[in-house]
């Protein structure tokens, strides 16, 4: 109902059914909080009815403002949106909730994987709308086919990262899941860029070549950009890799004057980008095992060296070490090995040897 009640917002200003949609998700969320406070107790009870009233009281302000002149949306917006974003760090302040950093990162990964989805969905649609009119495939095939590699390449980037290892903590968790904004929204304007691009070529609409190029590398380069610093920055090592990215961000923005080969080059640029980043990674596991091979050969030679030891002196000179073996006379000390040129007979560890004889 909230999704049905968009296009009435934007085309009327018609709030009314995406409010009441919010108002249904709403009702159902602040219940499981009341639940949850229903079942705890001291700190965990009051974070859980933080939650709940903190909800509760945006949504009523959602209401309020739906009541109010159409003007007060130009103002009322902005101070409910931070008031959405503020209510859960409020709450955790109270007392942090249990969280599941695995499940978490599924989910949005699996909202990453919708959102994308719908971008190929939205330009299959423009282009076999297209196709009916008999364009110029010339035109129109560069912008489907770089238009399906940009958006492999986004998925691609996304996924090569295990972020459930770096949300151990709650500030990096909010950080990382508020910006996501960014990602499933540049995410989403892909697909709509590449319908803009599609009308565009097939004179649908009446806008430059530089302006439908933009529809899809202005987006492409967002998305790049903010994956690369709310999702993959943490788990690059070495100016090489962090860069990978940032400069891709910035190529598929600069072939936004390249007119109808705009989204090709674009997408050129995210394929060479995702192939650097994997002889990149290559090359640091290839030292990573290098290094772990140097390791195992250093133990190899002390566990060779301990055998000789053993053979010496017939114990593990790590379980008994080897008597020192002094001849102690006048106070002075003369090694075994010195005064007899070989080494001492074994013999029991801290037994005390023959009186003025060596030991």
């Known amino acids: 109902m909230l999704a049905a009640g968009i296009p009435r917002a934007f085309a009327h200003a018609d709030y009314a059914v995406a409010v009441a949609g919010y108002i249904i998700m709403r009702v159902a969320l602040i219940a499981q909080w009341l639940r949850a406070a229903h079942g705890e107790t001291g700190a965990g009870r009051k974070a859980a009815m933080t939650y709940a009233g903190a909800l509760a009281v945006v949504q009523a302000g959602w209401v309020l403002l739906l009541l109010l002149p159409a003007g007060a949306w130009v103002w009322g917006v902005g101070l409910l949106i931070v008031a959405e974003l503020a ?10 909730t249990p969280w599941h950093a695995e499940h978490i990162a599924d989910r949005y990964g699996a909202f990453t994987i919708i959102v994308l989805g719908e971008s190929i969905s939205a330009a299959t649609v423009a282009v076999q709308s297209a196709l009916d009119e008999k364009p110029e495939l010339g035109e129109l095939l560069p912008i489907a086919f770089g238009g399906l590699v940009i958006v492999f390449t986004a998925f691609w980037v996304y996924f090569a990262t295990p972020i459930n290892e770096y949300l151990r903590s709650d500030r990096r968790a909010f950080a990382w899941g508020y910006g996501h904004y960014l990602i499933f929204g540049s995410a989403a304007a892909i697909g709509a860029g590449l319908e803009v691009a599609t009308e565009q070529v097939t004179h649908h609409s009446h806008i430059s070549d530089t302006a439908g190029a933009l529809a ?45 080969w705009a989204v090709p080059l674009a997408a050129l ?8 980043a994997l002889v990149l990674a290559s090359r640091r596991t290839r030292a990573a095992r290098a290094s772990r091979s140097l390791d195992e050969a ?12 053993v053979a010496a002196t017939g114990r593990r000179a790590v379980e008994h070490p080897p008597q020192p073996g002094f001849h102690r006379r006048r106070g002075s000390a003369l090694s075994v090995v010195t005064v007899t040129g070989h080494l001492p007979a074994p013999r029991r560890w801290g037994t005390m040897g023959v009186r003025g004889g060596l030991s």
């Open 87 to 96: 209510a859960p760090a409020v709450a955790e302040r109270v007392q942090a």
């Open 298 to 309: 250093f133990d190899d030679g002390r566990v060779a060296e301990e055998e000789l030891s």
């Open 269 to 276: 640029a995210g394929a060479a980008g995702v192939a650097t």
């Open 216 to 260: 899809v590398t202005g987006p492409a380069a967002l998305y790049t950009a903010a994956v690369w610093l709310v999702h993959v920055r943490p788990f690059k090592n070495g100016a090489a890799q962090q860069l990978v990215l940032p400069v891709v961000a910035v190529l598929e923005l600069a072939v936004t004057f390249a007119g109808h």
